[in-house]
């Protein structure tokens, strides 16, 4: 049973930064790629940023790119969101996701999704 576990989440002030980890258990191999969406209260669920683990080949939403970095360790099985010069408009609950791949999905269809974990950022 793969389960993945969101940290990092917090309250920060408009301009600071903080750090998602995203931990992968119940497996001893990769994932074809995973990813980041947030949620904000009253809004659907939306793309943040996706890294393909075999290449490290990263795709970040516009609202995103240039703020927020993507990343992985492998050996770890462990996701990364690095979100710097965080916005209030970034408020929201973010979720990891990940794919094993074999098969055509859809944008945002994945075959595991974490909890989420809150980022809160105050103006």
């Known amino acids: 049973q793969v389960q993945l576990l969101e940290s990092g989440g917090g309250l920060v002030q408009a301009g600071g930064s903080l750090r998602l980890s995203c931990a992968a258990s119940?497996?001893?191999?990769?994932?074809?790629?995973m990813a980041w969406f947030r949620q904000a209260p009253g809004k659907e669920r939306e793309f943040v940023a996706r890294?393909?683990?075999?290449?490290?080949?990263?795709y970040y939403a516009d609202s995103v790119k240039g703020r927020f970095t993507i990343s992985r360790d492998s050996a770890k099985n462990t996701q990364y969101l690095q979100m710097n010069n965080l916005k209030p408009e970034d408020t929201a609950v973010y979720y990891c996701?990940?794919?094993?791949?074999?098969?055509?999905?859809?944008?945002?269809?994945?075959?595991?999704w974490g909890q989420g974990t809150q980022v809160t950022v105050s103006s």
């Open positions: 996701a990940a794919r094993n791949g074999g098969r055509a999905y859809g944008f945002a269809e994945f075959d595991y």
């Open positions: 119940g497996r001893t191999f990769g994932f074809y790629d």
């Open positions: 890294m393909e683990w075999s290449g490290g080949t990263t």
